[in-house]
């Protein structure tokens, strides 16, 4: 099946945006980008505002969507608000899961993302038991975002300790599968359907020995998968990782053989320069909405970029759903700390937020259009792509597309499925 899109401006991975452009879409590939066309051809669907190639969240955790507005109260840290987000876990089963990631991912696909990446650890049953299907909550997970449409890379989280050198405890059995090698045999029978697909995580130092990493390192070489881990989040991390190890937990990584062009790196706030060395070629997927949230601190995105890391960003804790703020939010947190405006460019951030360069023949025809005519664009500049960056948000987004197929949700329907799904877990009529 061939469909034509008459857009407006579409942004194909130069400095600006092309105006009239003709895209051609065979199956779920685009086969062909036509500029210039000032007018919609009869055979093609108008696409009026700015077409993209669709957001790519490269780091969520479903689950924590149901936090909130709940845990903004209070003094605390990133422990005190873990301890609130190790309750909800508490709450969660199959069904409820499904229910609430089904709904996240509808309110993703509202702002314009096209690709999750869910770093899944909530594996089994309470105590730690597994449920009939070992596979249970990854597949849920996977069936929401089939609902959905969306394209799902479903990492899955080895996780055996509660901290370094201690036991799992509490709600934290849950997450955990004995070893790496029963870890590995539970994600090799994931069930990846639709558009979703698998890869590794290791949690983090916290969660795994340098031992267990190797294993699940060799799992992901193996499959030829991605492999992710949460990295330097916090000092205290770090500073448990030099007791333990007598290095950072970048160089614990590097030493499992974890790190390379398939590893990615979520957070790497509290990251040396020696790290960053290390971390050449890899991905470092900054998730500023959370990291804020969470006082985490501020990515060193400028150092990570010139030291040749690949950029990213997440949702992560989901406390935010918009891709535009995670992007921009990179510089203008980096204004704050260094008092300099311009680290990174609006085409930087925006390769950061879709995962590439733009509109490209022969790749999915994955894409999101903003319109121009709300208040936030107005009067913006021919050239949209600043405005964008630093000024539009996920209410601006009207289409979404995944592999050539429009994904259409009502916002209403969305926000009563979600407050249906949040409110259950809290036991909230």
């Not at 500029?35 to 924590?64: I, M, Q, W, Y």
């Not at 709600?171 to 890869?199: C, P, Y």
């Not at 053989?257 to 890899?282: C, K, M, P, Q, Y």
Request: aromatic share 6%.
């Amino acid at each position: 099946m061939t469909l034509h899109l008459w857009c407006e401006r579409a942004w194909l991975g130069g400095d600006g945006v092309e105006h009239g452009v003709v895209l051609e879409i065979e199956g779920e590939l685009v086969s062909s980008v036509t500029t210039g066309v000032s007018a919609c051809p009869s055979d093609a669907a108008k696409r009026e505002g700015v077409t993209l190639p669709g957001f790519v969240n490269a780091h969520s955790h479903v689950f924590h969507r149901a936090l909130r507005g709940r845990t903004q109260h209070g003094a605390g840290s990133f422990w005190t608000w873990r301890a609130q987000m190790y309750d909800l876990a508490s709450r969660l089963d199959p069904d409820s899961l499904h229910a609430l990631a089904r709904a996240t991912y509808a309110e993703m696909a509202l702002a314009g993302i096209t690709t999750v990446t869910e770093f899944h650890y909530l594996h089994h049953d309470t105590g730690g038991r597994r449920y009939a299907d070992p596979n249970a909550m990854g597949h849920a997970v996977v069936a929401g975002a089939e609902d959905v449409g969306l394209r799902l890379l479903l990492v899955d989280a080895c996780y055996l300790e509660g901290g370094i050198g201690r036991p799992l405890e509490g709600v934290q059995l849950r997450f955990g599968d004995g070893t790496a090698a029963a870890w590995a045999e539970r994600v090799d029978a994931i069930e990846a359907r639709g558009h979703a697909r698998v890869g590794a995580a290791i949690h983090s130092v916290r969660a795994v020995t340098p031992d267990a990493m190797e294993h699940v390192v060799e799992w992901a070489g193996s499959h030829f998968a991605p492999l992710h881990a949460h990295v330097s989040e916090q000092p205290a991390e770090n500073a448990a990782c030099f007791d333990a190890y007598g290095m950072s937990p970048t160089q614990v990584l590097h030493e499992a053989g974890a790190l390379g062009d398939r590893f990615t790196a979520v957070h790497a706030i509290h990251v040396s320069d020696d790290d960053i060395g290390l971390l050449r070629g890899s991905t470092v997927c900054v998730c500023p909405t959370t990291e804020r949230d969470l006082a985490d601190g501020i990515a060193p995105s400028g150092r990570l970029r010139d030291g040749g890391v690949n950029l990213a960003v997440g949702s992560d804790s989901n406390a935010v759903v918009d891709l535009l703020e995670e992007a921009r939010a990179i510089e203008l947190d980096t204004r704050l700390e260094s008092g300099e405006r311009g680290t990174h460019s609006a085409v930087e951030l925006l390769r950061a937020a879709t995962g590439g360069a733009g509109i490209v023949v022969g790749e999915p025809a994955d894409l999101v259009t903003i319109g121009t005519d709300s208040v936030r664009l107005a009067g913006a500049p021919v050239d949209l792509l600043g405005a964008l960056v630093f000024a539009a948000s996920a209410a601006d987004v009207t289409h979404v597309m995944v592999g050539g197929r429009e994904i259409e949700r009502d916002p209403e329907s969305v926000a009563i499925d979600l407050d249906r799904a949040v409110r259950a877990l809290w036991a909230e009529s």
